[in-house]
Nanobody
Framework: QVQLVESGGGLVQAGGSLRLSCAAS????????MAWYRQTPEKQRELVAA???????NYADFVKGRFTISRDNVKNTVYLQMNSLKPEDTAVYYC????????????WGQGTQVTVSS
C-alpha cells in the first residue's frame, strides 16, 4: 500500500514563496505520474501541475511561470515550488500519484493548507 506524506504548507504574504513536498512510501512502479491538485470550498479539486516518471510536465494555465513541479525518483518525492503567490492560490493542496500498467492504482495525500494573505 502506498502512503503519501505532504509537508510545506503554511501562511505567506502575497508575492512570497512556498515549497511543498510529498514523499511516497511503498511501490509506485516505474511508470507513474506524480501531481499536485488543489481545492477550495467554492471550487472542485483542480489539477495544478503533474510530472511523469519520464520527466514530462504539465501545468494549469493559472500557475504557468510561477510554479515549478519536480521529482526525485530515488526518494519517490515530488515537489512544488510556488513563487509569486497570490491570494487566489489559497487552497488545500493535495498530492496525487497514479501508478500505470497492470497494477494500476491512484493514491491521494491528506492535504496541506496554503494560505496567501493580501
Amino acid at each position: 500500500q502506498v502512503q503519501l506524506v505532504e509537508s510545506g504548507g503554511g501562511l505567506v504574504q502575497a508575492g512570497g514563496s512556498l515549497r511543498l513536498s510529498c514523499a511516497a512510501s511503498g511501490s509506485i512502479g516505474s511508470n507513474n505520474a506524480m501531481a499536485w491538485y488543489r481545492q477550495t470550498p467554492e471550487k472542485q479539486r483542480e489539477l495544478v501541475a503533474a510530472v511523469t516518471s519520464g520527466g514530462s510536465t504539465n501545468y494549469a494555465d493559472f500557475v504557468k511561470g510561477r510554479f515549478t513541479i519536480s521529482r526525485d525518483n530515488v526518494k519517490n518525492t515530488v515537489y512544488l515550488q510556488m513563487n509569486s503567490l497570490k491570494p487566489e492560490d489559497t487552497a488545500v493542496y493535495y498530492c496525487n500519484v497514479k501508478r500505470f500498467g497492470f497494477l494500476r492504482a491512484e493514491y491521494w495525500g491528506q492535504g496541506t493548507q496554503v494560505t496567501v494573505s493580501s
